[in-house]
């Protein structure tokens, strides 16, 4: 009796090992709850950028002399190619999502630390662009243009740091083995986000640069 007992008690390991949660089912409820929460937020953000994209292409219609001048100055190239760049890191981020649902943990900790990466380059070729029309005379301060150009990159670029830093924070809890196959919602819920960020540049690029 007293060996069955033994059997079936938990070792230190095993506690130690359930007390990160790492393989702990989660309650449906909670993880329904926190995908609600995500889809509630980026439903306001998106109510944000379509006031300021609405406001870029009606100024855009009566003034397309200004706008041809700063396609000039800034260039596609190097937006497509930065554009590139995080369409990439959506890639990243779903190969993050699928290791961790793979069981791996170091893919997912490898993934996630390749999106932050080529998050933390897109902001900084969005600031060698904003360098590039600030020397040629367009900034926000001095023309009607710059305020309509600058609000909504300049909104994203700050929504791409806040997702490179919640990137961060994802690959710090994947090093300590907080994710697992049924545990892996935080991973999922910043996808969500990230996705987001992706999917309003990829209007913005359209709007601003190619159309």
């Keep these: 009796m007293s060996e069955a007992r033994l059997e079936h008690a938990p070792t230190h390991a095993q506690e130690a090992h359930g007390g990160h949660g790492a393989h702990r089912h989660l309650d449906p409820v909670k993880v329904d709850n926190l995908k609600f929460a995500m889809w509630l937020f980026l439903a306001s953000e998106v109510i944000i950028f379509t006031v300021l994209i609405a406001t870029y292409v009606i100024f855009r219609i ?6 041809k001048e700063v396609h000039e100055t800034a260039g596609v190239l190097l937006v497509s190619i930065n554009t590139f760049l995080l369409l990439t890191s959506s890639w990243t981020m779903v190969m993050g999502l699928r290791a961790i649902q793979m069981g791996d943990q170091r893919g997912l900790v490898r993934w996630i630390s390749m999106t932050a990466v080529l ?6 070729l969005q600031g060698v662009e904003y360098s590039i029309l600030a020397a040629a005379g367009i900034a926000i301060y001095n023309s009607e243009f710059g305020m309509r150009f600058y609000a909504p990159t300049a909104l994203h670029g700050a929504h791409v740091i806040a997702g490179v830093i919640w990137a961060l924070y994802v690959v710090r809890n994947g090093l300590r083995g907080a994710y697992s196959p049924t545990n892996y919602v935080g991973v999922e819920v910043f996808g969500l986000y990230w996705h987001f960020v992706d999917v309003v540049w990829i209007v913005l690029f359209t709007l601003i640069y190619l159309v």
């Design 119 to 124: 998050g933390v380059v897109f902001v900084a």
């Design 62 to 67: 009566h003034n397309p002399e200004v706008v």
